[in-house]
């Protein structure tokens, strides 16, 4: 393991190869993901992990929870993180829509705020939305395509 920043990232397992492959991992950060990537995670400008939301069902197990009288399902914001080699960190980037989809909004969150909670819930529209009870709904960030750590 080698440190850098504030996260931890571990040595490439054949294991985690073998996820970081079914997730449709890339090294560029500026390649575009495939089409069917619905979330990419970026650790210091370096993609992490592309998901599809097959892959991502495969490597995390998703929940169901109600989140201010709605139902939300999906991956925990953690397990996706854990899955996506991201051991420890201070704070991240969370990039999608704002409520009206009209507009792109990035959410900084810090890791002494998530909890298992965190979700980021399939829609019915294939995408992904970060929901949690401790983030007011006007803060939920919808369509979310990208996560940064610095």
């Not at 854990?82 to 990039?95: F, G, H, L, R």
């Not at 900084?108 to 939305?129: H, I, P």
């Amino acid at each position: 393991m080698h440190e850098r920043g504030a996260w931890v990232r571990p040595a490439r397992l054949a294991p985690l190869v073998v996820l970081a492959l079914a997730a449709g991992c890339a090294e560029d950060a500026t390649e575009v993901p495939g089409p069917d990537v619905v979330l990419r995670v970026l650790v210091d400008g370096e993609v992490a992990a592309d998901w599809t939301l097959v892959a991502l069902e495969e490597a995390v197990p998703f929940i169901e929870t109600t989140v201010d009288g709605d139902t939300q399902r999906g991956p925990r914001l953690l397990d996706v993180l854990a899955a996506s080699e991201i051991v420890t960190w201070d704070t991240a980037e969370i990039i999608g829509m704002g409520e009206s989809r009209s507009f792109e909004v990035s959410l900084d969150v810090f890791a002494s705020e998530v909890d298992d909670g965190w979700v980021l819930d399939v829609t019915n529209r294939g995408t992904l939305k970060l929901a949690a009870e401790s983030l007011p709904r006007q803060q939920w960030v919808r369509d979310v395509g990208e996560i940064r750590v610095p």
